[in-house]
């Protein structure tokens, strides 16, 4: 079966610079997470999706974030502009919508903000 | 709002010693528990969980984690550690009825060493 895709998997850019990162889920499940793992941290949960609905987005700082999930399958989240602060790993993981206990994890994009 | 305090942030450990990391919580109220594994250069993965039952809670791997409820604490185990057992761990918690959305500890940097 294959995995949680996300893309690109490492990206540098400079500050006030825009960024998107895309998240292909599990193919079947309903229910997809963007998270934000700063080096030294634990993952941090910025937005749920059930299908093509926001179930959570209560950590996303909306005034630089954007996520969506048109189509109710892949997934875009938005920085812009960049600060230093959002260098990071951005993991996407996807559950089936009934199984949120069971979240499995994309590789994960590398961002780094000069 | 709810925390987790993962107090090892790094352990280093000979083969066949055993292990204990520590998890602690705080939220008064009826949690789900998890503890998730990454090893290197593989995405983040469920080792096991606690939702209610039996408070000795095996997983994958030899692994097992212990929910104490009075004293918050939901720490891994394993009697005998093997080199392939380095990884980074983390505890999880999520509010039953919440939609599993998790709230990471910061981590344990586990080392084995022949």
């Known amino acids: 079966e294959a995995g949680v895709a996300q893309s690109p998997r490492y990206k540098i850019i400079e500050k006030r610079q825009s960024v998107a990162f895309w998240c292909n889920p599990i193919?079947?499940?309903?229910?997809l997470y963007w998270y934000q793992q700063i080096l030294g941290q634990g993952p941090k949960l910025l937005i749920q999706?059930?299908?093509?609905?926001?179930?959570?987005d209560s950590q996303l700082p909306k005034d630089r974030f954007s996520a969506e999930r048109l189509k109710g399958v892949d997934s875009t989240l938005k920085i812009q502009p960049a600060k230093l602060e959002d260098s990071a790993v951005y993991l996407c993981?996807?559950?089936?919508?009934?199984?949120?206990?069971?979240?499995?994890f994309g590789p994960g994009t590398r961002l780094t903000v000069l | 709002a709810q925390s987790v305090s993962q107090h090892n942030h790094h352990v280093i450990l000979s083969e066949a010693a055993s292990l204990e990391l520590g998890c602690n919580y705080s939220?008064?109220?009826?949690?789900?528990l998890f503890w998730y594994v990454q090893y290197p250069g593989q995405h983040l993965q469920l080792l096991l969980k606690?939702?209610?039952?039996?408070?000795l809670v095996k997983g994958i791997k030899g692994f097992e984690a212990e929910f104490i409820k009075s004293k918050f604490s939901f720490n891994l185990r394993k009697p005998s550690v093997q080199w392939s057992d380095t990884a980074e761990y983390f505890c999880?918690?999520?509010?039953?009825?919440?939609?599993?959305?998790?709230?990471f500890g910061t981590g344990t940097q586990l080392k084995v060493e022949l």
């Open positions: 993981a996807s559950s089936l919508e009934y199984l949120t206990d069971k979240q499995f």
């Open positions: 193919s079947g499940h309903a229910t």
């Open positions: 999706f059930q299908n093509n609905g926001v179930v959570d």
């Open positions: 939220y008064g109220g009826t949690v789900n």
């Open positions: 606690y939702f209610s039952g039996d408070p």
């Open positions: 999880a918690v999520a509010l039953t009825g919440g939609g599993n959305k998790l709230t």
